[in-house]
């Protein structure tokens, strides 16, 4: 009885922290919606292509981490400002979903670029973080917990908290929260609306360079990321689109989630129900709170 | 109700006889290469179908879908199960038949589209993609409990006569896409048609004009996995000539997203053009590779080359001509047709839709 229950919270526990990585990658989606209503769909696309960059500045030209990851955040900000000074300005007064259909397109460019630039092989990146059990905690609590998954935890954490104080606290954040809110009232009272779109695609970029590292050193860095990606999507159904504490909790429900019907219910279907489960949990949520747990109710004027 | 096949004018007669003069007669004439046959007209005819699938749901009802290979899947594999197991059904019979059965997974997976929309749906409809991979790849009976992971699929009989060459396989596609495309246009200009747009274009406005929303929207997602699954069937029996999931994954459903974006949304001819051009752009980008550079250029490069190049054309189309390549056609055929008659009025331009 106490192994099973072991072995339960053995599951849940890594399916949190596992979904912490879906959180790291709805995250980014959630800045830039929350800053522009833009649903940006090539968010997946971007942690591929800066964690690519990285691997490649940091293999093919041996720079060192530090350098590498500053010059793949670099890269990021370059990849913001270009999004929004050709794609996002020309779309300025676009519907919705034309501007989402040209994110998709922008999510191609950069997978295309990424592939171009660095190759299509699978590469290793190795941070230093074993992807292994922690010995002092399988010694002390019996738990099996990968050293990843508590790093990615623990980054997952300080990066909400930083955006978190970012969006409440500074005048920065006050602007962002401004144009999200009304960018036409915003822009005439003087908030400098050029420069809040480049901040929130920059720390996007930087958000998904850090997903990227996190997800490329389980999963080796490779084209499959994007498709990983994807299920930030069910996460921000169910966090909400325009909520960071959501986009976390989401992720969360999704990683625990998936993780238990996988070990307990997955066997009896031949298993590898992770690939659709998320999203049909997000059909469930859909058909009930569609604006998700912590969004702002979706009002249609007609 | 007006009644069927009364939606046709003049001109849509004049230009049917001209396709039909140029596939029938003219092509199989001209064109003798295999090659030409089974690399590019029969998928440009399966994946044209499959276009006009993605139209109905998107161009027509402006509902964001995301899963048309999966319901080509379902329908590729129905057909499979059907010939194995019904084989009294006859080819047309199993080829409606998989229809059908990729229309009740398309009511199923569309049901969502009457709480949400945008983002939101594209996200349920991901569902059906990945839901029904799955269900094909974990559970053998589908697949006849082979173990190789790709079946072959049977050959074509159709009245007990075969159908293996390439040019009879391309008359079957043609004879079925031409069936299914007359009667798409038919039902676009009619009133499921009507109610489509209506509900594309305001469906607040329309369901308080008594079009019935839900009845419009899971008829659009029913009509358009139909014509999605027959593709797949023909996908998979015509061109690929084997059966597996992998080659219905999300890339696929990606792939008729674009040519139904980038031909032009909310028109037939675009599912064509589309098509035409997905598929016909890396075939030439690789003859440029091959002939301009004489392979100097690696093979994975030109892929990512034509990657970005998809990705550009699409924000360029979302910029400057959110209707896609049949607007400009349209808008070249004015153009044309104002030069011409230099006595009539100068400047009018066809009235731009903004969606």
Known sequence: MANELLFFMEVLVGGLLAGTMYSLVALGFVLIFKASATFNFSQGAMVFFSVLAFCGFMQDFNIPFVLAFILAAFLMVVVGLCTERLVLRPLMNASEDTVLMATIGLGYVLEGLAQAAWGVEVRRLDLGIGDFPVPWIADNLKLFISALDITAGLVAAIMIIGLFLLFKYTKIGLGLRAVADDAGAASSIGIPLKHIMLLVWSAAGVVALVAGMMWGARAGVQFALVDLALKALPVLIIGGFSSIPGAIIGGLIIGAVEKILEVYIGPFFGGAIEGWAPYVLAIFFLLYRPEGLFGEKIIRRV | ?355
Not at chain 2, 134 to 140: L, V
């Open chain 2, 1 to 355: 109700m007006k009644p069927v096949f009364m939606t046709y004018t003049k001109k849509d007669l004049i230009n049917l006889a001209v396709c039909m003069v140029l596939s029938v007669l003219i092509i199989p004439t001209f064109i003798k290469t295999e090659y030409w046959y089974t690399s590019i007209l029969i998928p440009w005819l399966c994946l044209a179908l499959a276009t006009i699938g993605q139209q109905i749901v998107m161009g027509y009802t402006g509902q964001l879908a995301l899963g048309a290979a999966g319901f080509m899947a379902a329908g590729a594999f129905a057909m499979f199960n059907l010939i194995l197991r019904v084989p009294d059904l006859g080819f047309v019979g199993s080829l409606i038949v998989s229809g059908l059965i990729a229309a009740a997974f398309g009511i199923l997976f569309g049901l969502p589209s009457l709480k949400v929309r945008g983002i939101y749906l594209m996200v349920a409809t991901l569902a059906s993609q990945f839901f029904i991979i799955w269900m094909i790849d974990k559970f053998g009976w589908f697949k006849n409990y082979d173990s190789s992971g790709i079946i072959t699929a049977q050959d074509i009989v159709i009245l007990g006569k075969p159908f293996t060459t390439p040019l009879a396989m391309y008359f079957v596609c043609l004879a079925v896409t031409t069936i299914l495309t007359l009667l798409a246009m038919n039902m676009a200009r009619g009133s499921t048609g009507r109610n489509w747009m209506a509900v594309r274009d305001m469906d607040i406005a329309a369901e308080s004009m008594g079009v019935s929303l839900l009845r419009t929207k899971v008829q659009a997602f029913a009509i358009s996995a139909f014509y999605c699954g027959v593709a797949g069937a023909l996908f998979a029996f015509c061109y690929l000539k084997s059966l597996e999931p992998v080659a219905f994954d999300i890339k696929l459903s990606f792939k008729i997203l674009f040519m139904c974006i980038l031909g032009g949304l909310g028109t037939i001819n675009g599912a064509f053009i589309g098509a035409a051009f997905i598929l016909l752009f890396p075939v030439l980008l690789n003859a440029i590779g091959n002939n301009v550079f004489h392979g100097a250029i690696d093979a994975t490069i030109i892929s990512s080359i034509e990657q970005v190049i998809f990705g550009l054309l699409m924000i360029i189309f979302m910029i400057y001509e959110p209707l896609g390549m049949a607007k400009l056609w349209e808008n070249l055929k004015q153009s044309i047709r104002s030069k011409l008659s230099s006595s009539g009025i100068k400047g009018i331009k066809s009235p731009v839709l903004k969606k």
